[in-house]
């Protein structure tokens, strides 16, 4: 199984500010990569995918990065209504073939 | 605009099985994959199963004993039973559009399952 660890576990910023979200992955998931946003009380919301792809309707502020095992996710200008939780997932070719981390939560301060 | 909708009994006892089911609307499900999620209370997310495009499913290895995900190509709907339920399957399960590319880009509004006696 692929285990991605995301760091750190919990944010404190403020509105306006920059954010860079860590996804490290046990073994290369090639480009497979993907980002979600989930707050409380809703379901996951798909933010980019095949690691820098924006999802359709993802303002340009977010945006993703990364290669083989260390994957990012950057949120520029801090806006109120990005202060949630932050999933990455990769897909993989082994069993489970999909996996998540287990969450950054981006708090305000 | 895809659009999940989902329901199911929320309260079982232990050894009961767990039903979901997921319509899905704006699309036919013949065209896509369609995956079941879960996420215990204050946790992540864990992949339960798929059923692709041919009506096969496939399964996250630990639960593989205990669940299955079909699919009824006539209600444009797919399902979800999971035996033997304990309360380590207390979560909010999700229904999901995917992962035909690799991601989950639509999803059901959740349903929050008990197991308790």
């Known amino acids: 199984e692929i285990v991605l660890t995301q760091s750190p576990a919990t944010l404190s910023l403020s509105p306006g500010e920059t954010v860079t979200l860590s996804c490290r992955a046990s073994q290369s998931v090639s480009n497979f990569l993907a980002w979600y946003q989930q707050k409380p009380g809703q379901a996951p919301r798909l933010l980019i995918y095949?690691?820098?792809n924006r999802a359709t309707g993802i303002p340009a502020r977010f945006s993703g990065s990364g290669s083989g095992t260390d994957f990012t996710l950057t949120i520029s200008s801090l806006e109120p209504e990005d202060f949630a939780v932050y999933y990455c997932q990769q897909r993989g070719n082994r069993p489970p073939r999909y996996t998540f981390g287990q969450g950054t939560k981006l708090a305000i301060k | 605009q895809v659009q999940l909708q989902q329901w199911g009994a929320g309260l079982l006892k232990p050894s009961e099985t767990l039903s979901l089911t997921c319509a899905v609307y704006g699309e036919s499900i013949s065209g896509h994959y369609w995956s079941w999620i879960r996420q215990p209370p204050g946790k992540g997310l864990e992949w339960i199963g798929e059923v692709n495009l041919r009506g096969s499913a496939d399964y996250n290895p630990s639960l593989k004993s205990r669940v299955t995900i079909s699919r009824d190509t006539s209600k444009n709907q797919f399902s979800l039973k999971l035996i033997s339920m304990t309360a380590a399957d207390t979560a909010i399960y999700y229904c999901?559009?995917?992962?035909?590319?690799?991601?989950?880009?639509?999803w059901g509004q959740g349903a929050l399952v008990t197991v308790s006696s």
């Open positions: 095949d690691v820098f």
């Open positions: 999901a559009r995917g992962p035909l590319t690799g991601v989950f880009d639509f």
